[in-house]
């Protein structure tokens, strides 16, 4: 029986490091985009706070300095929201696009074990009528040789 040789294993194996690489492209992707949305959730926790602390200043003295200066910085955590709004818009885009890369790199990586395994079942096939053919000659062989026992 002759060995199995898949004559596209150089394109396998190169198809195999596409899909590791995109697959720890994605997966640095998740990540970066999950630290987004822990920043945004970070930034609305101290939006949270600032609106907390202005209603809670609004039933003390007012003090028009106060105020003004909560005010300021409610207004730049706003901004720092939306920044951070948009940073995460960015990041799961970011991360969808490296996700259909993967996903594509896996079906081409598939695409040859598919390939691999009609060739192997050929060959396994092929192997397997050239033995039946050997049988199939060696006992028509045998039923041809006189036998001994006849006179």
Not at 35 to 63: C, H, P, V, Y
């Amino acid at each position: 029986m002759k060995r199995f040789r898949f004559s596209l294993q150089p394109l396998a194996v190169v198809r195999a490091h596409r899909e590791q690489q995109a697959k720890a492209i994605f997966a640095s992707a998740v990540q970066a985009y999950a630290k987004t949305e822990e920043d945004l959730a970070r930034t609305r926790e101290r939006i949270a706070a600032f609106e907390a602390a202005l209603n809670a200043g609004r039933q003390r003295a007012f003090s028009a300095a106060t105020a003004a200066e909560a005010l300021h910085a409610y207004r730049s955590e706003r901004g720092l929201e939306k920044e951070a709004e948009q940073t995460v818009q960015v990041a799961r885009e970011a991360m969808e696009q490296r996700r259909v890369d993967y996903i594509a790199a896996h079906r081409n990586l598939e695409v040859v074990h598919r390939l691999e395994a009609k060739a192997r079942t050929a060959h396994r096939a092929e192997n397997a009528r050239a033995e039946q053919a050997e049988f199939d000659d060696f006992s028509s062989r045998r039923a041809m040789r006189p036998s001994p026992f006849k006179s």
